[in-house]
T-cell receptor
Framework: KNQVEQSPQSLIILEGKNCTLQ??????????LRWYKQDTGRGPVSLTI?????NTKSNGRYTATLDADTKQSSLHITASQLSDSASYIC????????????????FGKGTHLIIQP | DTAVSQTPKYLVTQMGNDKSIKCEQN?????MYWYKQDSKKFLKIMFS???????INETVPNRFSPKSPDKAHLNLHINSLELGDSAVYFC?????????????FGPGTRLTVL
């Protein structure tokens, strides 16, 4: 059974500090891995999408890493800001990307991040 | 310039009623979805439509009936609402056929069944 496990469940850090969120998956065959940010009361917004050939991808202060061998990904947030307070959801696709749509997406339960001033 | 919009944003209703949630996307995407996010914040796919045709129907009670009048709209009708239907429902769209079809989510509809 395909699974995506995220840790920690929740995290509180001070503004300006860095943090790293983890995502472990057992999804096969692997197609891509996505990180979404979901602000309270809003829909998820895509931060990064990584395919098996990509090890690191950055989007501003967000840097995602992927180790396809160990089936682990991390999302590193640098110099956190209050607006980074949100849930971060890891989603892994086993679709072959040939017009399959959402079939094969496995969602993690998210990490709830709180940035304190 | 809202990409994916949903109405209403909040819906409070009594058990047993029938209600609908509307979704529209102006991104020109071929695929649209409905997700349910429960109180534990876990997102679960319910339906997926590609060019107005149903391609995914997860284990969802048949009280839930999606309808896609055209590829820009995917509405969700729920009959005989139950307490357990209380959740946030998200509509999303994407353009499949690529390795990295990003999903764009709507703002969500918070449904509360009393």
């Amino acid at each position: 059974k395909n699974q995506v496990e995220q840790s920690p469940q929740s995290l509180i850090i001070l503004e300006g500090k860095n943090c790293t969120l983890q995502c472990n998956y057992t999804v096969s065959p692997f197609s891509n891995l996505r990180w979404y940010k979901q602000d309270t009361g809003r829909g998820p917004v895509s931060l990064t999408i990584m395919t098996f050939s990509e090890n690191t991808k950055s989007n501003g202060r967000y840097t995602a890493t992927l180790d396809a061998d160990t089936k682990q990904s991390s999302l590193h947030i640098t110099a956190s800001q209050l607006s980074d307070s949100a849930s971060y959801i890891c989603v892994v696709s086993d679709s072959e990307g040939r017009g399959g749509g959402a079939d094969g997406l496995t969602f993690g339960k998210g990490t709830h991040l709180i940035i304190q001033p | 310039d809202t990409a994916v919009s949903q109405t209403p944003k909040y819906l409070v209703t009594q058990m047993g009623n029938d209600k609908s949630i509307k979704c529209e996307q102006n991104l020109g995407h071929d695929t649209m979805y409905w997700y349910k996010q429960d109180s534990k914040k876990f997102l679960k796919i319910m339906f997926s439509y590609n060019n107005k045709e149903l391609i995914i129907n997860e284990t969802v009670p048949n009280r839930f009936s999606p309808k896609s009048p055209d590829k820009a709209h995917l509405n969700l009708h729920i009959n005989s609402l139950e307490l357990g239907d209380s959740a946030v429902y998200f509509c999303a769209s994407s353009q499949p056929g690529t390795w990295t079809d990003t999903q764009y989510f709507g703002p969500g509809t918070r449904l509360t069944v009393l």
